[in-house]
């Protein structure tokens, strides 16, 4: 049997017709897998999605607010929650500052899709040596906000300390964001942390501003990293991968207890490529499918959406379905890579095709 059944797209994207087949042998090898119930979970760390924010440099911020609320909607039904919308106060480039909208994203905007959007836990990051203007930050309180994420560098530290203190004023979670971290020691980290529990952060985020991070590197910071628990802090990661090394930090740091990672849809991201969120969903792929039958499809939707908006290839889901179930990619030889229109259609009958077997494994044990 092979899989060709057209799959309902759920936002609208025009549906393409085409004669994939999906090899019996890659069919007879997902139901397998499934069948064993040892489904590969190699992390059950939380993603936070900061396509938006980090993908929004290469956009000028020029998203319109249609495109925002289709794609956070998407990644909400794709079992990622956290979702950054943008900065507040602005941001500046070498020739002025940009004008999109997820550049300076309005309070009432964020209210919008927080009540719009079930379950979405709405996400702001503000660089505080770099706003044009101040922020009411008791209108964000008003919008719902999840969480404020401030940037923070030592040469500007007291800009940051002093936006936290007025988030911390009108009751809003506050998280740090620590830039340049293969910068630090662990001494300065462990001073961070010490600071961060006296002004009332909530959360850390250790951000890889360079992609100049190396693995052995993160065990130096294992001290810091276990006063940060001990004090109740939640710990996150921003990596990016220009020397490859981006998936391999992110897991060692989560050896070391973080519990939140920063992804972007096809990894777009500023200063290097992001941790790729197709990826890193496949790596999770045993909480993805305990999840509604949407969620893979709503990924390959998200895929599709940034590929065209960035010009760039979609997520292969049939060689990540391969890598992460153990199964030989000699049996898709020749299912990649395929054109933009047809790995997208390839993408969602891959998704169809293992929920379609999940269901009949919970069917055949009711």
């Known amino acids: 049997m092979t899989c060709t059944d057209n799959v309902t797209n759920l936002i609208g994207f025009k549906q393409v017709k085409t004669m994939i087949n999906l090899p019996d042998a890659f069919n007879e090898a997902v139901a397998k897998a499934l069948e064993s119930g040892k489904l590969p979970n190699w992390t059950s760390v939380n993603l936070l999605d900061v396509t938006l924010r980090d993908g929004g440099f290469a956009v000028e ?6 495109f925002i609320k289709t794609f956070v909607s998407e990644c909400v039904k794709s079992g990622t929650r956290k979702v950054e919308i943008g ?3 602005g941001v500046n480039s070498k020739s002025g500052w940009y004008k999109g909208i997820s550049a300076d994203i309005p309070s009432d905007f964020i209210a919008e899709l927080i009540e719009d959007i079930p379950n979405l836990e709405a996400i702001a990051i503000i660089n505080p040596w770099r706003v044009k203007s101040s922020v009411a930050l008791k209108d964000y309180k008003k919008s719902g906000l999840s969480l404020l994420r401030v940037a923070y560098n030592p040469a500007n530290a007291s800009s940051s300390w002093n936006i936290i203190q007025q988030a911390v004023n009108e009751n809003i979670n506050v998280g740090l964001n620590v830039t340049s971290v293969s910068r630090h020691t662990n001494s300065s980290l462990l001073s961070i942390v010490e ?12 951000a890889d501003t360079t992609s100049s991070l190396l693995p052995k590197q993160i065990e130096e910071f294992r001290p ?3 006063l940060a628990r001990e004090l109740g802090i939640g710990l996150g990661f921003h990596g990016h991968d220009v020397l490859g090394f981006g998936n391999a930090n992110a897991l060692a740091f989560i050896n070391h207890g ?4 920063d992804v972007s849809i096809g990894g777009v991201g500023r200063g290097g490529k992001n941790l790729v969120a197709e990826l890193w969903k496949f790596m999770k792929v045993s909480e993805i499918l305990k999840q509604t039958d949407e969620s893979l499809i709503s990924l390959a939707n998200l895929s599709k959406l940034i590929g065209d908006r960035f010009h760039q290839n979609y997520a292969d889901f049939i ?3 391969c890598a992460i179930f153990g199964i030989s990619p000699e049996i898709v030889e020749g299912l990649s890579p395929l054109p933009q229109n047809i790995q997208h ?8 095709l293992i929920y379609s077997h999940l269901k009949q494994i919970i069917k055949a044990y009711d």
Do not use: H, M, P
């Open 61 to 66: 911020f020029d998203w319109s607010r249609d």
């Open 87 to 89: 900065y507040l106060g």
């Open 195 to 206: 600071e961060s529990k006296r002004q009332g952060v909530t959360s850390i985020s250790f």
């Open 224 to 226: 810091a990293l276990n």
């Open 258 to 261: 973080i519990n939140t990672v």
């Open 319 to 321: 060689g990540l379905t």
């Open 345 to 352: 259609e390839a993408n969602l009958q891959c998704s169809q």
